[in-house]
Structures are given as C-alpha cells and as structure tokens.
C-alpha cells in the first residue's frame, strides 16, 4: 500500500507519522524547498496557539514533549487600550488553563524531522502537483529539473487553504468550494526583546482592539514578539510615509511605538496577507483520494483552533481506519461523515470569536459577563463549562460544544426568568400585606 500525501506541512508531517505506525509507505510532496534549511518568507509566521486538541495528538505518537519544548504557555488576554492600565482576562475559572505560543516554523520542522525519521517515509521537496487523476491515483509534478510522473494507491490533499489537490478535484467536477473571505487583511510586526527579557508580560496573549480593527502578539522563545495587524481590507494602503505610520501607531498604538524598533520597516515591507473561510464538499473521491485540514475546510485564526482542528483530522482518519480494519475505501467516506459538522461548528466560532477580540473584550459589560461565566464555573463545576474552555481545554466535539453550550444558556435564561418571577411575586405578596 501506498500513500502520497501532498504537503508537509504540519498536518501532513502529521499524517506521516500516524501512517507511519500503520506499516504503510508513505511520500510526502512538498512544493517548497526543505523549510528546515530554506529561509522563511518575511511576515508569514502567525504565530499558533496549541491547545487540547494539538497536544492529544501529538501525545498519541509521543511527540508532545519534545514539540512542544520551546511553546510558550499563555493563561489569558492582555488587554492594551489606547488610554488606562492593562487589563488580565484568564482563560479559565481556575487560572491556571493555558494555551501555547509556538512558531509555525518551529512546529512544522520538529514534525518534519519525525516524519523523515520513521519508517516507510520519505519526502520529496520542491514537487508541485500539476495534473492529477484521482480515480487511477496517477500524479503529474513539476520539479527543478522538469516534471515527473508518480503513481499511488491513496493520495491526500493535505497542501493548505490554496490546496493543488482541490484545484484539481474541482477541474475533475468531483467537488464543489465555496471561499468566504474576510473583509480583512493581515499583516506581521516584531518586537524584539529588550535588554534580554520580554517587553511584554509572556504569559499572555496580547490584544488591541480597536472597534473595527485589532493587533495580537504572541511570545516567542527568543524573547521576541510577533504582532498581527488585522484591518480592513484597503486600510494597509492608506499610510504610505514614516510619518503617517508613526503618527497613526501613536494615536491608535501608543504603547507600541517604544517597543517595536523596526515598526515602520516591518509595515512598508512585510506583506498582507488574506483571511477566509474554505467550505469543500465533498472531502473524497473513489475511496482512493481525499482533503483534510484546510485544504477542506480552512478557517478564520481568531480562535487559534485552526492547526488544532487539522490535527484532530489526523487523529479521527486514524480512528477510521482502525474502525474500518483499514479499509480506506470506507475509511474516507467515514471520516468525512464524522468531522463534516465539527469543522463547520469551529469556522462559525472562530468569525464569531472575532468580532469578541475585536469588539467586545474590551467592554466592561464582557468584563462582567466574563466573571459571572467562571463563578458559574466554580460554584457548578462539570455541570456548567465555558465555550472558550470546551473548544480549547478540552475534546469535546466542536459541534457538541455548541449545542451544549446553548443548553447552558437557555438553562440559566429560564433560571434567571424563574428567579425574577419569584422576586416579582414576593414583592406582590408584600404589598397585599
């Protein structure tokens, strides 16, 4: 049996090792040059945060510690506005619930090496997929000294949100997508340890937001922070000089301008890049070829769910093929069935979770809502759990958190109605008195 998986990214370097453990043979395509050894492109990190999800994978090939050796854990949001004191928001009623800061790069390498280094895997860099018969599982790709012609039992798409692989179902008329983008872009900015130590608090994720527009960082091991603008789509160009940057980080950023060094070169040279929602349907064709991660089903990042969401691909494929004695024929028709509702659960989260960083997160009234949310926690514990510690503390499914999650709150809506009528009627009963 043979399996190619295009991308070696971090959900195909993934997939590689669970595939790995199944005794199978496995080639990963690669469209770049080795990353380990390759320079990475200027402003196209992000940052991600893994949490439950990511870390239950990686447990499952005892990977976890070794990956994640350099991740930095974050408990809460650090909220700068642009006047009055920094504002801690925990991620949990306990406090002590952290998700964690990594590089994308630093990931991807640490999973490329494992994958490299198992039995039955090898890869093969700076082959771009151009033609692709799925039902016969012949490939086409384009490589420095001309294309060559590959042959598999199984592929998988595993090559991003701009997947070669879809583009070639769709050219096939085997499946149909839908991209929503965001009216927004983004773009990277640094700040560089001072004197040694973080310039910031590295326990946190940072947020600015700003009504219609927002910045995070994230820590980095070497002490650095890496930003994230995201503003409307167009916003980027409407400042042009050193003078119009500067001017607009003070009045809008004013706590950064001090820290970040390279501010106006970062933003004049780094690119913006854009955000959207993948919807693919189907994920498979013929039993033979198939999408997982975000070339199915990319998402927006403001829930920093989407590695975790594709590395819980990896762990449900898995489970199928052990369900379906490793028929792949019904494994990929099965695991679509069972991820299709939880991948579209997260990508209407993580929009939603947006508009809370960017909008609301700031608010005193969120502030409120959000202590009354972990008292509820502390005084109801198992019975009443957050969202934010379901999709991000826990394995729950994510269409699951969301029908429990309006369980909860129809719960205490009819709680609190009950309550208010017995007020109602005491103050009733008194005045007849």
């Not at 922070?225 to 500067?246: N, R």
């Not at 005193?364 to 019975?383: A, D, S």
Request: charged letters at 20%.
């Amino acid at each position: 049996m043979k399996v190619a998986i295009v991308g070696a990214g971090l959900t195909g370097s993934l997939l590689a090792c669970f595939l790995a453990r199944r005794g199978l043979t496995v080639t990963l395509y690669e469209r770049r040059p080795d990353p380990r050894v390759a320079q990475v492109e200027r402003g196209r990190s992000i940052n991600l945060a893994i949490s439950e999800r990511g870390l239950d994978a990686l447990r499952r090939i005892d990977l976890v510690d070794e990956v994640m050796a350099d991740a930095l854990p974050m408990k809460g949001r650090m909220i700068h506005p642009v006047a009055g004191p920094l504002d801690f928001q925990a991620y949990s009623a306990s406090g002590d619930r952290a998700i964690n800061s990594i590089s994308r790069g630093v990931l991807n390498n640490a999973l490329l090496s494992a994958a490299s280094a198992a039995p039955g895997v090898s890869v093969e860099f700076e082959h771009r997929l151009v033609e692709l018969d799925s039902a016969a599982g012949q490939m086409v790709f384009a490589t420095p000294s001309g294309k060559v012609s590959v042959a598999a039992d199984v592929v998988l798409g595993a090559d991003g949100a701009g997947s070669a692989v879809r583009e070639q179902l769709l050219a096939e008329g085997i499946v149909a997508e839908n991209v929503d983008f965001l009216d927004y872009g983004y773009k990277e900015l640094w700040i560089p340890a001072a004197s040694g130590e973080f310039a910031l608090d590295p326990g946190a994720l940072h947020i600015w937001p700003r009504g219609t527009s927002m910045m995070i960082a994230l820590p980095n091991p070497d002490r650095s922070f890496t930003c994230t603008l995201f503003w409307p789509a167009g916003s980027f160009d409407a400042l042009t000089s050193t003078t119009a940057i500067e001017e607009h980080f003070r009045v809008n950023y004013p706590d950064l301008l001090p820290l970040a060094p390279d501010l106006v070169d970062d933003y004049l040279n780094n690119p913006v890049g854009v955000l959207g929602t993948v919807h693919t349907l189907p994920w498979q064709a013929h039993g033979r070829t198939a999408l997982l991660g975000d070339a199915a089903h990319a998402i927006v990042p403001f829930y920093g769910q989407g590695a975790n969401c594709a590395f819980e691909d990896v762990v449900e494929l898995d489970r199928c093929l052990d369900d379906t004695g490793g028929s792949w024929a019904r494994a990929l028709p099965l695991f679509e069935a069972r991820r299709r509702e939880n991948t579209e659960a997260i990508a209407e989260m993580a929009l939603a979770n947006f508009v809370e960083m960017r909008d609301k997160v700031a608010s005193p009234v969120f502030r409120l809502q959000k202590r009354v949310e972990h008292l509820l926690e502390r005084l109801l514990p198992g019975t009443y759990v957050s969202r934010y510690e379901l999709v991000s503390f826990s394995t729950t499914p994510y269409a699951e958190v969301q029908r429990r999650v309006q369980r909860q709150h129809q719960l205490l809506g009819a709680g609190a109605l009950a309550v208010a009528g017995a007020l109602l009627s005491l103050v009733r009963a008194r005045k007849r008195r």
